[in-house]
């Protein structure tokens, strides 16, 4: 003879939040501050060529 059993309660998963699909790409790369001193680094650079330039080629203002 079968004896009777409560019926067990399932185990309810818990549903977890949908992951954000932004995070995992910006985790990946260097995000943060861009580089700001080859910039000037360039114009330094280019202030100097000039300054070279003139110095080699005066230049004639005559009317």
Same mark, same amino acid.
Not at 4 to 23: D, G, I, Y
Not at 39 to 47: M, N, P, V
């Given at each position: 003879? %079968?004896?009777?059993?409560?019926? #067990?309660?399932?185990?309810?998963? %818990?549903?977890r939040k $949908? #992951?954000? $699909?932004?995070? /995992?790409?910006?985790?990946? !790369?260097? /995000?943060? #501050?861009? =580089?700001?001193?080859? &910039?000037?680094?360039?114009?330094? /650079? &280019?202030?100097?060529?000039? &300054?070279?330039? !003139?110095?080699?080629? $005066?230049? =004639? !203002?005559? $009317?």
């Amino acid at each position: 003879m %079968s004896q009777f059993t409560a019926p #067990r309660p399932q185990l309810s998963l %818990s549903l977890r939040k $949908p #992951r954000n $699909p932004l995070v /995992a790409p910006s985790l990946l !790369r260097q /995000a943060g #501050r861009h =580089d700001a001193a080859s &910039k000037s680094q360039r114009q330094q /650079a &280019k202030t100097a060529l000039l &300054k070279e330039v !003139r110095q080699l080629v $005066p230049l =004639d !203002r005559s $009317p």
